[in-house]
């Protein structure tokens, strides 16, 4: 059973600063990675899909690198605003019926 | 991209009744829809999967006769939350993917339904 663990659970940090989330999981054999972006109380937006072939994507200022075979996948946000606040989720494709497995979420908040 | 409606986004309902919340895929065809649910500072669990034509298939755990899924159509998927309590309040989310495109694109989220059970 794939197991998606994020690391950190939450983050403060000033405006301005680089940030690096991390997304690990237990079983390498993936369709594709992606993370996602939720406000409180809110659904998803979808910000970077990684498929298993790939080994980076980039939007914006945000960047999402993939290693298959380490099981790891981290996302780079550049130079964070407030508007960045947050809990990003990472979630893996794999299995049979490509059901993605999401991690518990980074709670980021950037403050001025 | 893709969008997927969710609705209502918020319902408030007395314990004891039924509620049912509606996932629609607007501008393209989902034969799978997933159906989530996220706990306070938790990640979103899979509740099941929602099959056009066919029963869903739910997840262990998940009580199939408290959580009614039909999906009737290609992009209309429903669930209904039976006999509600407390402890049902929740945030559900609805997923699905442009099967057109193939099982391993990406997916696309509703803005999910914060039900209160009083």
């Known amino acids: 059973k794939q197991e998606v663990t994020q690391i950190p659970a939450a983050l403060s940090v000033p405006e301005g600063e680089n940030l690096v989330l991390n997304c690990s999981f237990t079983d390498s054999a993936i369709y594709n990675l992606q993370w996602f972006r939720q406000d409180p109380g809110k659904g998803l937006t979808s910000l970077l899909l990684?498929?298993?072939?790939?080994r980076e994507q980039t939007s914006g200022r945000l960047n999402a690198s993939l290693d298959k075979s380490s099981g790891r996948s981290t996302l780079y946000i550049a130079a964070s605003q407030p508007g960045d606040s947050a809990t990003y989720l990472c979630?893996?494709?794999?299995?049979?019926?490509?059901?993605?497995?999401f991690g518990r979420g980074t709670s980021l908040i950037v403050h001025p | 991209g893709a969008v997927v409606s969710q609705h209502p986004s918020r319902v408030i309902c007395k314990s004891g009744t039924s509620v049912k919340i509606e996932c629609r895929s607007l501008?393209?065809?989902?034969?799978?829809m997933f159906w989530y649910r996220q706990f306070p500072k938790k990640s979103l669990m899979l509740m099941a999967t929602s099959n056009e034509g066919s029963k869903a298939t739910y997840e262990q755990g998940v009580e199939k006769d408290k959580f009614l899924i039909n999906h009737a159509s290609l992009t209309l998927s429903t669930l209904t939350v039976t006999s509600a309590h407390p402890e049902d309040s929740s945030f559900y989310i609805c997923?699905?993917?442009?099967?057109?495109?193939?099982?391993?694109?990406?997916?696309?989220f509703g803005q999910g339904t914060r039900l209160t059970v009083v």
């Open positions: 997923s699905a993917r442009d099967q057109l495109k193939g099982g391993n694109t990406e997916a696309f």
């Open positions: 501008d393209f065809q989902a034969t799978t």
């Open positions: 979630a893996v494709c794999s299995g049979g019926s490509y059901i993605p497995t």
């Open positions: 990684i498929q298993s072939s790939q």
